[in-house]
Nanobody
Framework: GQLVQSGGGSVQSGGSLRLSCAVS????????MGWFRQAPGKGLEWVSA????????YYADSVKGRFTVSQGNAKNTLYLQMNSLKPEDTAMYYC????????????????????WGQGTQVTVSP
């Protein structure tokens, strides 16, 4: 499958952005999909995930209540709506997929995802 990301950009603190991840060449509903981010000088951090088949969503504590993950099945697109952005949200954001559903804690480890988007930069200024 191919994951092509769009969205992102630069906003001031408190602003909003929406990231998109267009998925092709795989059956969207059969995959567990996640969002990750990597800030300069830091490791890859899990942000959010969704079971495409039945839709339970998961969020890291750092973004809970501010970010919303969703999917547009008709267009095979994954979204990440980011509200109340903070400077510490500044990072390169990546979408990723792994086959099957998942809900255990190990499901959010980036090493279990095998298909990645190209990344998109989000910059939040104070």
């Amino acid at each position: 499958g191919q994951l092509v990301q769009s969205g992102g950009g630069s906003v001031q603190s408190g602003g909003s952005l929406r990231l998109s991840c267009a998925v092709s060449d795989l059956t969207f509903s059969n995959y567990f999909m996640g969002w990750f981010r990597q800030a300069p000088g830091k490791g890859l951090e899990w942000v959010s995930a969704i079971n495409s088949g039945d839709g339970p969503t998961y969020y890291a504590d750092s973004v809970k209540g501010r970010f919303t993950v969703s999917q547009g099945n008709a267009k095979n697109t994954l979204y990440l709506q980011m509200n109340s952005l903070k400077p510490e949200d500044t990072a390169m954001y990546y979408c990723a997929t792994r086959y099957g559903s998942c809900s255990d804690s190990w499901c959010f480890d980036p090493r279990v995802f095998d298909n990645w988007g190209q990344g998109t930069q989000v910059t939040v200024s104070p």
